[in-house]
Each structure stands twice: as structure tokens, then as C-alpha cells.
């Protein structure tokens, strides 16, 4: 990496997260009370970005934000934990994704309806390419797969290595697939891509890309299978998930597993210990309420790992 540069750059996606905490989960036609409200920030790719900010890493994010609320909201709640962004000056007109979770208080378990209706891609001009060439890694996902594809190629072919979070997908982001060589896939959507019948078949057909450096899949309180290039041709380990001291909510849990796995790759650590020290850092997210708000800081991961 170059004096100055960034160790990830993320170019996918930023929401805004209005969380709504109901006692029992509703049912349809049902009415109920609420017991919290909360707005944060979340998203595949910022949300791994705060995770790897917090445990040191310098992180910048390619986004598409206007002028109104919602993108105001980003803005500071992003540079706040020291994301540097740069903007597609284009977009003045663009809101982020926004999300409305309901948090069903008793278990941490949640579901998400989310609006991308007014999103804009990041813009990659010149200067944001220049960006891409010196970082120490970029960080991906689906959600805006045709308009950063190019850029993210042309790094690639550079030697910036790609580790890249997918949870749908679209025409694009399959190719994008192809270019990451990190990938870390929810079990569910790694099976029906590869019709796979299994973590451990899974992983090995997504090892089958060539190039691939590590292909894992996780699987909430279940822990994560991983097999990475060098290792025993065929071989699929597993790493079990942490357990937390009390699950408050688990929104979030892989996007920071991602961000702390990226950390991991930037520092220079073998694949094994990447996988631990993400596992770890998503079982505290666990701990705590929001996607970024709930990432831990490298000091309480390095306490959570020596108690564990
Ligand atoms: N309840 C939990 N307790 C401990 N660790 C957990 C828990 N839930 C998730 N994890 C850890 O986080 C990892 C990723 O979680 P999961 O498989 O749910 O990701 P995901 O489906 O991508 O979630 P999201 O996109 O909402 O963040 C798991 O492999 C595990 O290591
Ligand atoms: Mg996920």
C-alpha cells in the first residue's frame, strides 16, 4: 500500500436503518406497542467499514449522497467513526437506501423493509480510480455491481485484492463475484447460488472461481465454514460462532464479520486468524444494539479473545 492511501475502500452499499423495537413480533392484522425507536446506519458495505475503522484500519467509501435529511443523517454519522467519503457530485437529488427494521425485543430477531427507490451508485471518475489503484483492499457487494464492475476489474487486475459481501442476486453481481477474491456468503444465499446441499459443499464450489483466495459462509449462532487457496486441496474448516454474553441483536452480525475479516486481510494476518477475529468481533456485535453502533473496537476485541 502507498504512504497515504486507504487499507479498504468500499464502493457498495450505505443505508439508513430506522429501527422499531416491538415486545413479540407482529402478527398480520395485529396491533402493538412499541417499546424503543432508534436510527442508525447500516448496509452491507458501511457497516463493514465501521467494523474495520474501529479496529484501526483507514477506510474510505465511494457514495452517492444529495442534499435532505437522510443523506445529512450519513454523512456525519459516517465520518464520525472516520470514514472518509467521496461523493458522486451528480447526486444531489439521491437518498440513501432506507431501511425500517422491526426488532422483536425478547430475541434480537428482526426483519427488514428497506426502500432504494431514490439511490444513486458512486461515481468513479479519475481521481476516485486512483483511489481504487493504491488501497489495500476494496470492499463489494451486489448492491451497486454495474456501476463499479470496471473500476473494481481494473484494480483486481492491478494486485488490489477484493473481499466482497452478496446477498442477492442481479446482472451484474454475479460477474463481480468472479472478481472477489475474499468472499463471504449468509449460508442461505451461498446454497441456492451453488445448489449446494451444505456449508461444507458450498465452500467448495465457491472455491472453484479461479483465482479465489478465501470463500466462507456463515451461519448466524452456527459459526462459519471457510477453505482458502494453498490450504489442503478440498479441505473445509470451521470456525464456530462465539458466544455472547446476551444476544440483543444480531442485525448486522455479518456485515461486521466482513468488515473485521477485511481488517484482518489488511494487517497481514494468516486466513484462519481472519476468520476467528471476525467471528469474534460479529458474536460482540451481537452483544449490542444496531449494525455500527454494536461493532466493537479493537480493544474489546482483543479482551473478548483473551477471555474466550
Ligand atoms: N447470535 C450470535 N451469536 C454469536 N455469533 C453470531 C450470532 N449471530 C451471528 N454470529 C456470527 O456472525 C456471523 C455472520 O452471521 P450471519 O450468518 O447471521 O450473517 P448474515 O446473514 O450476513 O447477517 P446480516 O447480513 O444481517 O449481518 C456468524 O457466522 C457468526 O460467527
Ligand atoms: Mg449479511
Not at 453481481?173 to 445448489?195: N, Q, W
Not at 466462507?216 to 473445509?236: H, I, M, N, Q
Amino acid at each position: 500500500m502507498v504512504d497515504g492511501a486507504f487499507d479498504i475502500v468500499g464502493l457498495g452499499v450505505a443505508t439508513v436503518d430506522d429501527f422499531i423495537v416491538v415486545p413479540e413480533y407482529p402478527e398480520r392484522n395485529s396491533k402493538h406497542p412499541v417499546v424503543g425507536t432508534a436510527r442508525q446506519g447500516g448496509g452491507l458495505t458501511a457497516t463493514a467499514l465501521v467494523a474495520a475503522a474501529r479496529l484501526g484500519c483507514r477506510t474510505a467509501q465511494l457514495i452517492g449522497l444529495g442534499q435532505n435529511e437522510l443523506s445529512r443523517f450519513l454523512r456525519q454519522s459516517l465520518a464520525r467513526e472516520g470514514i472518509a467519503l467521496f461523493e458522486n457530485p451528480d447526486a444531489r437529488d439521491a437518498e440513501p437506501f432506507h431501511s425500517v427494521i422491526i426488532s422483536e425485543a425478547s430475541t434480537g430477531e428482526r426483519s427488514i423493509l428497506w426502500d432504494d427507490r431514490k439511490t444513486t451508485p458512486p461515481r468513479i471518475g479519475a481521481a476516485e480510480r486512483q483511489l481504487l489503484l493504491s488501497a489495500g483492499c476494496l470492499f463489494v457487494d451486489h448492491v451497486f455491481a454495474h456501476a463499479i464492475i470496471d473500476a473494481v476489474k481494473e484494480a483486481k487486475n492491478a494486485g488490489v485484492p477484493v473481499v466482497g459481501d452478496f446477498e442477492r442476486s442481479n446482472d451484474a453481481s454475479l460477474p463481480l463475484m468472479d472478481l472477489t477474491d475474499h468472499i463471504i456468503l449468509p449460508l442461505a444465499y451461498a446454497v441456492s447460488l451453488t445448489g449446494a446441499d451444505g456449508p461444507d459443499q458450498a465452500v467448495r464450489a465457491l472455491m472453484r472461481t479461479p483465482g479465489r483466495s478465501l470463500a466462507c459462509v456463515t451461519d448466524s449462532e452456527r459459526g462459519s465454514w471457510y477453505a482458502f487457496a494453498d490450504d489442503l486441496p478440498g479441505k473445509v474448516r470451521r470456525q464456530y460462532a462465539f458466544r455472547a454474553r446476551k444476544v440483543v441483536d444480531t442485525t448486522g452480525c455479518g456485515d461486521v464479520f466482513h468488515g473485521a475479516y477485511a481488517a484482518g486481510l489488511v494487517k497481514g494476518l494468516p486466513p484462519g486468524e481472519r476468520v476467528r477475529r471476525a467471528s469474534a468481533a460479529a458474536a460482540l456485535k451481537a452483544e449490542k444494539q444496531g449494525a455500527q453502533s454494536g461493532a466493537p473496537t479493537l480493544e474489546e476485541l482483543e479482551a473478548f479473545l483473551r477471555e474466550a
